[in-house]
T-cell receptor
Framework: AQSVTQPDIHITVSEGASLELRCNYS??????LFWYVQSPGQGLQLLLK??????LVQGIKGFEAEFKRSQSSFNLRKPSVHWSDAAEYFC????????????FGDGTTLTVKP | DVKVTQSSRYLVKRTGEKVFLECVQD?????MFWYRQDPGLGLRLIYF???????EKGDIPEGYSVSREKKERFSLILESASTNQTSMYLCASSLVALPDTQYFGPGTRLTVL
């Protein structure tokens, strides 16, 4: 079975600073990888996903993530954080043997300082 | 745009009551999901449905049941609500029978007194 770990429960960055949120997964074959964002009081929204091909994927709102098979990682990055990026971020992993299901990490809460 | 709606944003029920949470999606998606979200525990899958009348247990099905009589509607049922079922409940849908983008509703915050 697949699993995903987000090592950082809470991260604080200053507005305009760069951001990296970590995600490590466990799965034997090539996984399906996702990053979602949840703003306060909202459901989750997809930021980006990786299935195959180019290991650097671009998403919405200026986010990108890089799939590194050797490190079993799929870290999310943004070069310059905006105050509106304050939210909770979830990494998720799926497997093609598991129908449509994905396993979600515990989430990382991002605080943006002015 | 895909829209997933949930019948209530906030719900307060008493211990022992039967509770129905409704979810409707408008994009003819095959898969629908019910999760509960608790602080520090992320999203945990309760039940999953990949077709009408088809369901599969997730990671924490105990105390819950589901119903999918129509493709667009997926209901979560708490047969006898308990205080440990106080949580945020999120419904989601996805198009195909492979891991793909899940579209989430806004959530129902259920409090069981």
């Amino acid at each position: 079975a697949q699993s995903v770990t987000q090592p950082d429960i809470h991260i604080t960055v200053s507005e305009g600073a760069s951001l990296e949120l970590r995600c490590n997964y466990s799965y034997g074959a090539t996984p399906y990888l996702f990053w979602y964002v949840q703003s306060p009081g909202q459901g989750l929204q997809l930021l980006l996903k990786y299935f195959s091909g180019d290991t650097l994927v671009q998403g919405i709102k200026g986010f990108e993530a890089e799939f590194k098979r050797s490190q079993s990682s799929f870290n999310l990055r943004k070069p310059s954080v905006h105050w509106s990026d304050a939210a909770e971020y979830f990494c998720a992993v799926g497997a093609n043997t598991n129908a449509g299901k994905s396993t979600f990490g515990d989430g990382t809460t991002l605080t943006v300082k002015p | 745009d895909v829209k997933v709606t949930q019948s209530s944003r906030y719900l307060v029920k008493r211990t022992g009551e039967k509770v129905f949470l409704e979810c409707v999606q408008d994009m003819d998606h095959e898969n629908m999901f019910w999760y509960r979200q608790d602080p520090g525990l992320g999203l945990r899958l309760i039940y999953f449905s990949y077709d009408v009348k088809m369901k599969e247990k997730g990671d924490i099905p105990e105390g819950y049941s589901v119903s999918r009589e129509k493709k667009e509607r997926f209901s979560l049922i708490l047969e006898s609500a308990s205080t440990n079922q106080t949580s945020m409940y999120l419904c989601a849908s996805s198009l195909v029978a492979l891991p793909d983008t899940q579209y989430f509703g806004p959530g129902t915050r259920l409090t069981v007194l």
